[in-house]
């Protein structure tokens, strides 16, 4: 229930997100976009001579300066929205400053047009990062160049990105709270269902123990009388005890996913030799691995402590384990190895066998999934080892995980 939350929430605060960053993203484009486009025209109309688009025209240049007096002079061409300077060249030498808004006093005009004239390989326009450069110009080398002072725009947009980065992380803030608000609403209905049906299953499976008790007592019973000590009998007697213990290990199961769901015994935690542990635990288990044919080797870091419930770990390993045995060929190694890597304790049993089948790999985790079924009905098996092995690490912080290369098989938990 806590993954489906996880992955609806982030889900919808991804796309809102998504939409948002894309949105003021594309504001300063727009804005950029606009403000480059006034300064190119801007450059343009101030450089004079049939270079203002839109059809509007400027007298051609003379030797003798502009032709037709009906037409503007520069000296009287004026702008309000930008600092623009334009210097009239004679021989590469400044003759003529001329200035078309209010003029700054720390803005070194002569001195910007003269390093303008020296580093001649940038002629005509020039127009870079609005961000940053100080100014902007148009340049024709012996004619003029036109000058922008960019400080006062450049810091403009910085602080339009400013705020639109103050307004994003504002409406971030407020998308986090309206998506778990809208995560709550979702999972609700879900979050109903799902307790009904593990109420269901704990109350089902307390109410099922009893007369199961009865059944498997009574059938002891039976199998003391001598009117049934009949081969016939002894057969039904043998049935009938089969599968109650079958019927118990399931309700235990089902019992324990409960109780590991609503996180019974996690009081229990305590700091416990993690190293101990998994060394006894396949201790444990190599008679088993003998009757399988199968050698159990470790690799095993000591004294690696872990707050943990015992029990819950060593049921953990064991049902790994025991699987890893039972899938694996003849003649072959189970290996389990214990290390601690920075923050994390990795806990790797690998397996040679009949590898997982692709898209498997996350399946054989859920409740009452089989991917064999009819060996694993044959072997008592019911799918819920998995699930209940899965529960315990996720109820201790951890993650774990199942893939296969080639004919190795490898369960990862970590810690």
């Given at each position: 229930?806590k ?6 929430f982030?889900?919808i ?5 998504i939409i948002l ?8 484009i ?11 025209r801007t450059l ?7 270079n203002?688009k ?12 502009w032709k037709?007096?009906?037409?503007s002079?520069?000296?009287?061409m ?7 300077y334009?210097v ?12 078309h808004?209010?003029?700054s006093?720390?803005?070194d005009?002569?001195q910007i047009a ?5 580093d ?8 870079q ?9 148009n340049?024709?080398?012996s004619?003029r ?5 960019n400080?006062s725009?450049?810091s403009?947009m ?12 504002l409406?971030?803030t407020?998308?986090y709270l309206?998506?778990k ?5 979702i ?6 269902a ?13 109410e099922l123990k009893?007369?199961?008790a009865?059944?498997?007592a009574s059938?002891d019973e039976?199998?003391?009388a ?5 081969p016939e ?11 109650s213990?079958?019927?118990s290990r399931?309700?235990?199961g089902?019992?324990r ?7 019974i015994?996690?009081?229990?935690f305590?700091?416990e030799?993690?190293?101990d542990?998994v060394q006894?635990?396949?201790l ?17 870091d000591?004294?690696?402590m872990?707050?943990?419930s015992k029990d819950?770990i060593?049921q ?7 699987n890893?045995?039972?899938h694996?060929y003849?003649d ?8 601690k890597?920075?923050?994390?304790i990795?806990?790797n049993?690998?397996n ?7 898209g498997?790999e ?5 409740r009452?999934?089989?991917?064999d ?6 072997s ?11 529960s315990i690490v996720i109820r201790?912080?951890g ?6 290369k080639d004919?190795l098989?490898?369960?990862?938990i970590?810690?």
């Amino acid at each position: 229930m806590k993954e489906l939350r996880k992955k609806t929430f982030w889900t919808i605060f991804s796309i809102l997100m998504i939409i948002l960053l894309f949105s003021v993203f594309f504001v300063n484009i727009q804005n950029y976009r606009r403000e480059y486009e006034n300064i190119e025209r801007t450059l343009t109309v101030f450089d004079g001579p049939g270079n203002l688009k839109g059809g509007v025209r400027f007298p051609e240049e003379k030797e003798n300066g502009w032709k037709d007096q009906d037409r503007s002079e520069p000296e009287k061409m004026m702008i309000m929205d930008y600092e623009v300077y334009t210097v009239e060249l004679r021989d590469d030498r400044i003759s003529r400053i001329i200035s078309h808004g209010n003029a700054s006093d720390d803005f070194d005009v002569e001195q910007i047009a003269n390093k303008i004239i020296e580093d001649n390989e940038k002629q005509g326009l020039y127009i870079q990062n609005l961000y940053l450069e100080k100014y902007v110009y148009n340049y024709r080398p012996s004619v003029r160049i036109v000058i922008i002072n960019n400080e006062s725009i450049a810091s403009d947009m910085r602080l339009f990105l400013i705020v639109s980065i103050m307004f994003l992380i504002l409406l971030g803030t407020v998308i986090y709270l309206i998506s778990k608000k809208i995560t709550e609403w979702i999972s609700l209905p879900v979050e109903e269902a799902f307790g009904k049906q593990k109420e269901f299953i704990a109350d089902a499976s307390h109410e099922l123990k009893t007369p199961l008790a009865v059944i498997m007592a009574s059938s002891d019973e039976l199998s003391q009388a001598d009117i049934l000590k009949t081969p016939e009998y002894e057969g039904y007697l043998e049935n009938i005890r089969y599968e109650s213990d079958r019927m118990s290990r399931l309700i235990n199961g089902l019992l324990r996913l409960s109780k590991l769901d609503e996180a019974i015994t996690k009081d229990a935690f305590r700091e416990e030799d993690l190293s101990d542990i998994v060394q006894k635990t396949c201790l444990a288990f190599e008679a088993v691995a003998f009757e399988e044919s199968v050698m159990i080797r470790t690799d095993i870091d000591k004294n690696i402590m872990f707050d943990c419930s015992k029990d819950e770990i060593e049921q953990m390993l064991s049902t790994i384990l025991d699987n890893a045995i039972k899938h694996s060929y003849a003649d072959s190694e189970v290996n389990v190895s214990l290390k601690k890597a920075s923050k994390n304790i990795i806990i790797n049993i690998t397996n040679t066998g009949d590898p997982i089948a692709s898209g498997d790999e996350e399946r054989i985790f859920e409740r009452f999934y089989r991917a064999d079924k009819s060996r694993n009905r044959q072997s008592n098996r019911y799918g819920l080892g998995l699930a209940i092995a899965k529960s315990i690490v996720i109820r201790h912080g951890g993650s774990i995980r199942a893939y296969s290369k080639d004919l190795l098989t490898t369960f990862e938990i970590v810690f």
